[in-house]
C-alpha cells in the first residue's frame, strides 16, 4: 500500500507538528520545531548521521560527502508553515489521508520537498551510494517569515569555501492547466524571482469625533492613494526567461499559433499585451505587481483616524529596481501620504537555462514526468533561494510534484493537499537527480 510508505508516513508526521514562525523570533513558539526536528531524527537516521551543522532558530545544514569535495550542489527546504484560516474540509494539522491525498498546511509548502529529498538521501544512504559530488542540504526554519535562517546557512557555506555548481529550492512544479488551449503540464523551473519589497501607506490628521467630521481626513487621502496605485500600474514587458517559455510552449498549441510563439523574442511586445489581457496570474508575469494587502484606521466606529495606514506588498520584476518601483509609488500616492518600507528586495539574478545544470533538471525531469514540458520561468513568489545566489551563479526553483490549478490556489489557502503517488514520484525524482549527478 502506497499509503503505508515511509515517505508517506513522514510527511504526516511532519505535518502533524504546527511550525508557524513569526516575523518576531520571541513570538515564535519553539515547542512544534524541537518536536519536528526530533520527528525527522527518527524517520530519516541515516541522513541524521552525516555531518550536521545547527543553523539557528530550528533549521539545518547538512553536508552529504561526495566522491570529489568539488563543485557540489545544494538541496533546500524550508520547516515553518503559514498561519491557518477557515475553511478547511480536513483539520489543518491532522495530515489525514482522503482521495488519495494527504491534507494538511505545508504538504506542498513545504514540508513535501523536505521528505522527498530526505527520503531520497535515505534510501541511497540504505543502499550504500555515494554521490559523485558533496550534497548538501539545507532546512530553513523562517523563510516564510523572511527571516534570516538562509543568510546564516550562506554565511556557514561561505566561510567553508563551498561555491555550489547549482542551488535548488522550492519553486515551480509540474503544473496541470497552467496555460490556455495547453493540455500537457509544465515542468516550470524558475531561474529567477521577483524581489519582495513591503511599503506602508501613511496618512495622518487630527482625528476627533465622528460627529464632527472635517474634509479630507486621514482615511479619505489613503483611499484616494490606494485607488490611485491600482489606477497606474508599472509598464509590462516580457523579459528573457517568460520569453522562452512562450517560445517552448510552441509545439503545444493549435498549430495556426504555433509560428507565432516560434518568434516570441521578435514579437515580444505582441505578446505582452496578451499576457497582460490574460487575467491576474498571466499579467503578473509581465510587470511589477502592488497588492494592498493590510488595512487599519481608527480603533472604534464613532471615532475619526488620527492615523490610517495601508501595507503595500510589491513583486519586482526583473529588470525593475527597488528604487524605481518606490518612485513610482511615491509619484503616484501623492502629497498628503509618506510612504514607508518595511522591507526591500532586488529581483534575483537570472540563471541559466542553456547550461548542463539546468540540462540535468530538465533529463531527470523527463525520465519520471515524461508527459510535462520543462522550462523556465519567473517565479512570483519569494523563496530563500534569492540568498544563495550570494554563492551561486545556478540558483533554480523547481517543486518535483504534479499540482492541479486547485492545488496551487490552495497554497497559503484551506485545503492544501498533496497526491500520495505524486509525493512518491518526487522521492523519485530527487533520488534520479542525486544518482545522475556527473562526476
Given amino acids: 500500500m502506497t499509503e503505508d510508505h515511509p515517505a508517506v508516513l513522514a510527511l504526516q508526521a511532519l505535518v502533524r507538528h504546527p511550525t508557524v514562525a513569526d516575523r518576531d523570533p520571541a513570538r515564535t513558539d519553539p515547542a512544534p520545531f524541537t518536536a519536528l526536528r526530533a520527528t525527522l531524527a527518527e524517520h530519516f537516521p ?15 545544514l547538512v553536508r552529504w560527502p561526495g566522491r570529489t569535495p ?49 527520503a531520497a538521501v535515505e534510501e541511497l544512504l540504505a543502499e550504500g551510494f555515494v554521490p559523485s559530488r558533496d550534497v548538501w ?4 526554519a523562517t523563510e516564510e517569515v523572511s527571516g534570516t535562517t538562509a543568510v546564516d546557512a550562506v554565511a556557514q557555506l561561505r566561510a567553508r569555501g563551498v561555491a555550489p555548481w547549482f542551488v535548488l529550492d522550492e519553486g515551480g512544479a509540474v503544473a496541470s492547466g497552467a496555460f490556455p488551449m495547453v493540455t500537457a503540464p509544465l515542468a516550470v ?51 528573457a526567461p517568460t520569453l522562452e517559455l512562450l517560445r517552448r510552449l510552441g509545439p503545444q498549441l493549435p498549430a495556426p499559433l504555433r509560428p507565432v510563439l516560434a518568434r516570441a523574442d521578435r514579437l515580444a511586445p505582441v505578446l505582452t499585451r496578451v499576457l497582460r489581457a490574460a487575467g491576474a496570474e498571466a499579467a503578473a508575469m509581465v510587470r511589477t505587481t502592488a497588492a494592498v494587502t493590510t488595512l487599519s484606521g481608527s480603533p472604534a466606529l464613532n471615532v475619526i483616524a488620527s492615523s490610517a495606514r495601508a501595507g503595500v506588498n510589491l513583486r519586482v520584476m526583473v529588470g525593475d529596481t527597488v528604487d524605481g518601483v518606490l518612485e513610482h509609488v ?23 537555462w542553456d547550461d548542463d545544470a539546468f540540462r ?59 497526491g500520495v503517488q505524486d509525493l512518491l514520484d518526487g522521492v523519485r525524482w530527487y533520488r534520479r537527480l542525486l544518482q545522475e549527478l556527473p562526476a
Fill in 46 to 60: 541515516r541522513l541524521h548521521g552525516l555531518e550536521r551543522l545547527e543553523v539557528e532558530p530550528h533549521a539545518l
Fill in 70 to 118: 568539488g563543485d557540489p550542489v545544494v538541496l533546500m527546504a524550508h520547516l515553518d508553515v503559514v498561519p491557518v484560516e477557515d475553511g478547511w474540509t480536513h483539520p489543518p494539522f491532522a495530515a489525514e489521508i482522503h482521495d488519495g491525498a494527504v491534507w494538511g498546511r505545508g504538504t506542498l509548502d513545504d514540508k513535501g520537498s523536505v521528505v522527498g529529498i530526505c
Fill in 137 to 140: 542540504l539545507s532546512f530553513g
Fill in 189 to 239: 523551473v524558475g531561474v529567477t524571482e521577483k524581489g519582495v519589497t513591503s511599503v506602508e501607506l501613511v496618512a495622518e490628521g487630527a482625528g476627533g469625533h465622528a460627529s464632527t467630521p472635517a474634509a479630507n481626513g486621514p482615511t479619505a487621502r489613503l483611499a484616494r492613494a490606494i485607488t490611485a496605485l491600482e489606477r497606474s500600474p508599472l509598464p509590462a514587458r516580457a523579459p
Fill in 330 to 352: 511615491r509619484a503616484t500616492v501623492g502629497d498628503g501620504v509618506r510612504v514607508e518600507v518595511v522591507e526591500r528586495n532586488e529581483p534575483s539574478p537570472v540563471s541559466p
Fill in 360 to 418: 540535468l533538471l530538465e533529463r531527470v525531469t523527463g525520465e519520471v514526468f515524461p508527459e510535462a514540458v520543462p522550462t523556465p520561468y519567473v517565479m512570483m513568489a519569494a523563496t530563500d533561494a534569492r540568498f544563495f545566489t550570494a554563492i551561486s551563479d545556478r540558483v533554480y526553483r523547481f517543486t518535483p510534484f504534479r499540482m492541479s490549478k486547485e492545488q496551487r490556489a490552495a497554497i497559503h489557502a484551506a485545503d492544501e493537499r498533496i
